[in-house]
């Protein structure tokens, strides 16, 4: 991202010097044709703001590498240019409005809306207090019938740089969505490759993903704090569990004794495999967050943080609570599998000290309603 910024605002500086160069020679032209006998003072003018022109961006390019930020520089810079070519004689309202208008339009390529907003306003004024002084110094006659047209410009070439800047807003916006699908569909595509192994390893079936996905959805909806969440969210944190389970050994599904410290703390690791899968990317924060603590217990008593109360967060504890009823109804090697009966009455249990009331009371009410489905 910083690499594309700083290419599009070297590009917009050589846009700036090329405009420049190009308001220059015009100027030097009509100036040529309007006084015929002072061609060689007005070429030499010009030769001599050009230079300066290009100097400027010659420096840009030498110290841009070293300068952090570099949308600022430019727009400074173009500022520069464009007053030092707006303010070179003779003044003329057609060059001033054409450079107040294309201003603020360079300055919206940046794509920030800060620096568009605050170049676009210094400019204006600086223009409009050279303009005042010219007149005052009687360098320009009827100065209201030259600030006006100016003004206008300036106005249209605003509205116009605003427009741009949401029509880029809006542009990339879609290309972050799009970016989004389809990192998220080959998420899925790697995360699925790996059911079937997971499946082998712990003899169990993957109908979990979808039971765990229905019975998150079922519960944050009778939740009375809401939750929002989004479906795929709640897919993926579902598929993510699942597959968790490969980084164990495959005779920890088998063992019936208690796990050694050595095995515990394999266990624990699996909470930290959404952050290894999703390396840390902004659209898959909350799953990193809710996997990372789904462990936390309310009474201090879980891992890896030992929080406690409120300050484990409410996705993760609903988490909590789907899996640890999921596992209930699971035959394990130690035990049978409970029935969904026994299953709500140790979840009553676990109020207030594994997991939240309301959190255990709408997984309760989110199961029964499962129940009744499907009789």
Known sequence: MKFEQEKLAKQMMRYAVYLASLFLTFTLLAHGLEQKDIWIPSFLSWLFYLCVCWGVYLLYCMYEQSYSYSDWMVSFCVLFLFLFVLLAPPLSTIKMGCLVLAYPLLLSMTRQGKVMHTGSIIYIVVVIISLSWQAYM??????????????????????????????????????????????????????????????????????????????????????????????????????????????????LFEKKEKLTAYEYEMVQKHCMIAKELLDDLPQYQRIIETMRYHHERYD???????WKGDKIPLLSQVVGAVETYLAMIEPRPYRNAFSTEEALKELQLLKDQSFRADVIDALFQAVVGQELERE
């Open 138 to 251: 009687g360098h320009v006659e009827k100065a209201f019938s030259v600030i006006l047209p100016v003004l206008v410009f300036a106005i249209v070439g605003y509205l116009l740089a605003i427009l741009w800047l949401r029509l880029f807003t809006m542009q990339e916006h879609r290309m972050r969505e799009e970016q989004e699908r389809n990192h998220l569909a080959t998420l899925y595509r790697m995360l699925y490759a790996f059911v079937p192994t997971v499946e082998r390893k712990s003899q169990t079936s993957s109908r979990q993903i979808e039971q765990m996905r229905s019975l998150l959805k079922r519960t944050i909806s009778l939740l009375k704090r809401p939750i929002d969440v989004q479906d795929w969210e709640l897919q993926c944190l579902s598929l993510i569990h699942f597959v968790s389970k490969i980084k164990w050994p495959d005779y």
């Open 300 to 306: 201090g008593s879980g891992y890896p943080k030992q």
